[in-house]
């Protein structure tokens, strides 16, 4: 079977969601291609920092989240070897509880943008294989080889295939890298409340670090971060056994509320991750497009999960790729398809630097704050928190900018 279309979106995940919401926005009908057989949801939650919600204010998806999840009012991070307590208050940010921080479902946030997109726009059980460009009619187009052997056609290709991506490799991009630890994550839900404010909680001690985010009145989102070099899956994939391994073991030392949490998971929800994230200079001297082909998310910028930066960032690539397609439109609302090249580098241009600090920041966070002690790495505690620590807090209320809607798409 063979297939063409204008747009293509390769991955229906947080990115390729936002993506075509941004685009339907602009006038633009994208197909979204994803390999699963329903939105995937793995990672069960994610906290979503000011400049998320600034996104997904000009997606016009926030109000439907800001109903059902309350802001997060502080959050204290507790250094179980020295004892000492930090508070970062936020409920200080600019707008107030507009763009308040908030812990949200994957679920529902994959939903939210889902339910924005006309249907037919997602394409389920639609793995992509491989891609060539060629030339048809004087225009380049993508050639996308699907698994189940469909060809697909495409005028601009946009891969948000996530940290594996195979648009990624085809443009060429250095595979990403270990970060020498590993996740753990789930929810925990107490039939009857839980009890807890809505404040985040951090624990760290010697190379790990852990947190509670409540959700809700009766859900916590848990997760425990910690050294490992082993890189590849089964390091415990049965969910079972990986609770038990944090409650008997990793955490065996932490504040008895981490634990009883831990012990009301969902196993279902339940996985171990090993962190990886892409060097920062790939993406400042790497092709991020080629032609009228880039990527967006982890496909693009796969980062530690320190700052809570992936998903909001992949939602701002979404907000700007949108709107820099919407200048390559001519007045009847169709693509000035001559202009896409360029077009995706000024879109590249405006997100490369943004999120090569993104993953350097996360970085260096998880390394300063998990990294133990010792003489240099309390030296770089020092460098850190006297030079870094406000900038890198501060990069989570970054306004990625307006989408004007320019054409109605209500008929598509
Ligand atoms: C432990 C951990 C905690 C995190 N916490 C946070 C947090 O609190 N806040 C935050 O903002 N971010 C957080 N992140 C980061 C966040 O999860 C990612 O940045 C985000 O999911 C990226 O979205 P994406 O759409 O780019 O990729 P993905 O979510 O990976 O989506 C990619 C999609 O593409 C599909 N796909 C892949 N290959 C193909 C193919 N060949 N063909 C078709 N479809 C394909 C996949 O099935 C998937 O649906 C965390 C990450 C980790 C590991």
């Not at 065996?252 to 929800?269: E, M």
């Not at 600090?357 to 300063?368: E, F, K, M």
């Not at 890198?392 to 209500?410: I, K």
């Amino acid at each position: 079977m063979e297939i063409c279309e204008e747009v293509v979106i390769v991955g229906g995940g947080i990115a390729g969601l936002a993506t075509a919401v941004a685009l339907k926005r602009v006038g633009v009908r994208a197909l979204v291609l994803e390999r699963s057989d329903e939105l995937r949801a793995t990672g069960a939650a994610l906290t979503l920092f000011p400049n998320a919600w600034r996104a997904l204010h000009a997606l016009g998806v926030a109000h439907k989240l800001n109903a059902i999840y309350s802001s997060l009012t502080k959050g204290t991070v507790t250094n179980l070897v020295t004892g000492a307590t930090e508070t970062i208050v936020y409920a200080d940010t600019p707008d107030g509880d507009k763009l308040g921080v908030r812990a949200v479902h994957r679920k529902a946030l994959l939903e939210a943008l889902a339910e924005e997109l006309p249907s037919g726009t997602i394409r389920f059980s639609s793995k992509l294989a491989s891609v060539k460009t060629q030339t048809l009619e004087g225009s380049p187009n993508a050639v996308l080889h699907m698994e189940d052997d469909t060809t697909i056609k495409a005028k601009v290709l946009i891969g948000c295939d996530g940290v594996h991506s195979v648009m990624a490799q085809w443009l060429g991009l250095v595979s990403p890298v270990h970060a020498g630890r590993w996740s753990v994550r789930s929810l925990a839900i107490y039939p009857e409340g839980h009890g807890f404010n809505q404040e985040i909680q951090s624990f760290l001690s010697d190379g790990k670090r852990a947190g509670l985010v409540p959700l809700n009145d009766k859900e916590f989102y848990w997760f425990i971060n910690y050294k490992s070099s082993h890189r590849g899956e089964g390091a415990g994939s049965d969910p079972k056994l990986i609770q038990k391994d944090v409650i008997e073991n990793l955490a065996k030392d932490y504040p008895p509320i981490f634990l009883d949490v831990v012990r009301h998971a969902d196993l279902a929800t339940l996985t171990a991750t090993p962190l990886l994230f892409r060097y920062p200079w790939d993406l400042i001297f790497g092709n991020l497009c080629k032609g009228n082909v880039t990527v967006a998310g982890d496909a693009m910028h796969p980062m530690t999960p320190d700052l809570g930066q992936g998903g909001c960032s992949a939602l701002e690539d979404a907000v700007v790729l949108g709107r820099h397609i919407r200048n390559s439109l001519l007045r009847d609302g169709s693509i000035r398809y001559e202009s896409v090249g360029q077009v995706l580098e000024s879109y590249v241009k405006e997100r490369r630097w943004r999120v090569a600090g993104l993953i350097a920041g996360s970085y260096i966070s998880g390394w300063v704050r998990q990294g133990g002690s010792g003489l240099l790495v309390n030296f770089m505690k020092m460098v850190y928190y006297r030079f870094l620590y406000a900038r890198v807090l501060n990069a989570s209320n970054y306004d990625c900018g307006d989408l004007p809607a320019v054409f109605s798409t209500d008929s598509a």
